[in-house]
């Protein structure tokens, strides 16, 4: 399977959408690594070639059964990303500034 890594963290004072803050940090990623978003990252494909993001249906275009496979494929796998995320929110690590040295 993958190797989940949080490879960058970011944060900013007031409400910001993920996206902006992604493009307003300037967080350089290699390109050889691939990235696995969720949907708030549309548009990551055009500055990270080597990205998948889950396929949106549209009112017109359903989406057919192997999307809605690569869909509940890329869940699986970040689901544990998710977590993670989950557990930091719960113990506030994520509202304060990091003040440790190393």
């Known amino acids: 399977m993958f190797n989940n890594k949080i490879i960058s963290v970011d ?6 959408h993920d996206y902006k803050l992604f493009l ?6 290699n ?3 691939e990235l696995i978003a969720d949907s708030e990252y549309q548009g990551l494909q055009n500055v990270h070639k080597n990205t998948l993001l ?3 249906k ?3 275009n359903p989406l057919n059964p192997d999307k809605k496979e ?3 494929f890329l869940s699986k796998v970040r689901i544990a990303i ?4 989950a557990r930091l929110k719960r113990f506030k690590i994520l509202v304060y ?3 440790n040295k190393n």
């Open 11 to 16: 944060f900013c004072y007031g409400s910001i």
């Open 58 to 60: 549209s009112k017109n």
């Open 70 to 72: 690569y869909n509940s």
């Open 82 to 85: 998710e977590h993670v995320f």
């Open 24 to 29: 307003k940090s300037n967080t350089l990623i």
């Open 31 to 33: 390109p050889k690594l």
């Open 97 to 99: 500034r990091y003040r």
């Open 54 to 56: 889950p396929i949106k």
